[in-house]
Structure formats: structure tokens, C-alpha cells
């Protein structure tokens, strides 16, 4: 069964700087998309950064310039630096993944159970 899970989450003053790391693991064909979703409370998740497979990115405008995604492919893992936090960045992250998973190949956007960033004043 695939499944991803985050890590590096935690409490960190406004300005600091944390690093979310998510794992895909299980039997997996391929990954083509990997991304980062945040919802804060009382707000609707929304996309954070999300990278394709040949590493092009996208971030949302709140986040450009202070965050920035990688992969590793041969690890099936995506990570997320978040530099020059702020008391909004406060949510719970999410990793997402589109991958083809084995023995049936059917394609499937798993999401991680999610790892709670909050960002102090």
C-alpha cells in the first residue's frame, strides 16, 4: 500500500527557518507531481509549492522568494525550506503525490497525514 509521511514540523519564531521532508513509500511505478498543501484554521487547504518531474515548480505568491521545493527521485521524497517564517505560515502541511502504483498501475493522489507548523509573533 502507498503511503506518504511527513516529517519536520514544529514550532519556530517568526523569521526562522524549517525543512518538511515527505516520503513516498510502497510499491510505486512512478511520480510525476509532488506538492505541498497548508491549511491554516478555519481556511481552506491550499497549494503551497508543487514540482513536476523534469523539477519544474510553482509557489504560491505568498511563499515566493522565502520557500523553495525539491525532490529527491531516487528516494521518492519531496522536501519543502521554509525560510523567513511568519505567524501566518502557521498551518497544518500536507504532502500530495500523483504516482502509478504496482502490480495494478493505476494512478493515485495519496496525501500524507499532515505535519503542524506554527510560526510565534
Known amino acids: 500500500q502507498v503511503q506518504l509521511v511527513e516529517s519536520g514540523g514544529g514550532l519556530v519564531q517568526a523569521g526562522g527557518s524549517l525543512r518538511l521532508s515527505c516520503a513516498a513509500s510502497g510499491s510505486i511505478v512512478s511520480i510525476s507531481a509532488m506538492g505541498w498543501y497548508r491549511q491554516a484554521p478555519g481556511k481552506q487547504r491550499e497549494l503551497v509549492a508543487r514540482i513536476i518531474t523534469g523539477g519544474s515548480t510553482n509557489y504560491a505568491d505568498s511563499v515566493k522568494g522565502r520557500f523553495a521545493i525539491s525532490r529527491d527521485n531516487a528516494k521518492n521524497t519531496v522536501y519543502l525550506q521554509m525560510n523567513s517564517l511568519k505567524p501566518e505560515d502557521t498551518a497544518v502541511y500536507y504532502c500530495?503525490?500523483?504516482?502509478?502504483?504496482?502490480?495494478?498501475?493505476?494512478?493515485?493522489?495519496?496525501w500524507g497525514p499532515g505535519t503542524r507548523v506554527t510560526v510565534s509573533a
Open positions: 500530495n503525490a500523483g504516482l502509478v502504483e504496482r502490480p495494478s498501475y493505476r494512478y493515485l493522489e495519496p
